[in-house]
């Protein structure tokens, strides 16, 4: 599965941005897909994943509350709708899937696929 984030930009802090992650060349249904993101100088970090079965959804501490996660299996793209943006939210973002992955979501090595990820900056 080809995996391509788009979506980032420049926003004050505060603002409102939604990234969203398109997958081509097999149906998004039994994946798992996450968004990570990588500050500079800093290793990639588990944002939000969103399960294949059961539609549930996790967050990290630092987003829970201000950003949120959905799919759209019909057209085989995930959202991430980030709210409430702060100067430490700058980072690439980028999403993952894997199939059939129910454990471990927040692990960078469980996945697979990788987009190319999407420059989000917020000013303070």
């Known amino acids: 599965v080809q995996l391509q984030a788009y979506g980032g930009g420049l926003v004050q802090a505060g603002g409102s941005l939604r990234l969203s992650c398109a997958a081509s060349g097999r149906t998004f249904g039994s994946y798992t897909v996450g968004w990570f993101r990588q500050a500079p100088g800093k290793e990639r970090e588990f944002v939000a994943a969103?399960?294949?079965?059961?539609?549930?959804?996790y967050y990290s501490v630092s987003v829970k509350g201000r950003f949120v996660i959905s799919r759209d299996n019909a057209k085989n793209t995930v959202y991430l709708q980030m709210n409430s943006l702060k100067a430490e939210d700058t980072a690439v973002y980028y999403c993952?899937?894997?199939?059939?992955?129910?454990?471990?979501?927040?692990?960078?090595?469980?996945?697979?696929?990788w987009g190319q990820g999407t420059l989000v900056t917020v000013s303070s």
């Open positions: 969103t399960i294949w079965t059961g539609g549930s959804t």
């Open positions: 993952a899937a894997d199939l059939l992955l129910s454990a471990g979501y927040r692990e960078v090595d469980r996945y697979d696929y």
